[in-house]
């Protein structure tokens, strides 16, 4: 459904879904988010490539690859989220995840549909982006 980014298709791709990210946070009152580290970059180019290679996961799968990537970089549970301990609190299943958390998983697949769109050019005459079904 997706073809291969290019380098700046993947920079814009990431600017668009970790704006999305933000004003989600921004929303609940979360105002840690606004300036990303490389880590919250990493992780979202990440999560990109992820969607493209299934763009029809369920917010509870898009959570299992995250986790699974987090894992894999050294990333281990812990109350606050600490790049530099790299600790996190949303290292646990879905299923324990706060409502809060599990919207914004939801909030990151639809940026990623949308993002992958625009990027792609898929907009029509009067600039709205033309989602596939």
């Keep these: 459904m997706y073809p291969t980014l290019t380098d700046r298709q993947l920079y814009i791709a990431t600017q ?5 990210h933000v004003s989600y946070c921004l929303g609940t009152g979360d105002y840690r988010s ?11 180019i990440e999560g990109i490539k992820a969607f493209i290679a299934n ?9 299992n690859d995250w986790m699974k990537y987090k894992l ?6 812990g109350p606050t989220k600490d ?4 600790t996190h609190p949303c290292l646990v299943p879905y ?3 706060p409502a809060r958390e599990k919207q914004k998983d939801i909030v990151f697949l ?17 600039g709205t982006v033309e989602l596939p079904n």
Excluded: F
């Design 16 to 20: 668009i879904v970790h704006m999305a």
């Design 34 to 44: 606004i300036q990303p580290s490389q880590e919250d970059i990493s992780s979202t």
């Design 55 to 63: 763009p029809h996961q369920t917010p509870e799968s898009q959570h």
């Design 72 to 77: 894999s970089q050294g990333w281990t549970y």
């Design 83 to 86: 790049d530099t301990l790299k």
């Design 95 to 97: 299923a324990e995840l």
């Design 110 to 126: 639809d940026a990623c549909r949308v993002a992958l769109e625009v990027v792609q050019g898929n907009m029509n005459e009067t």
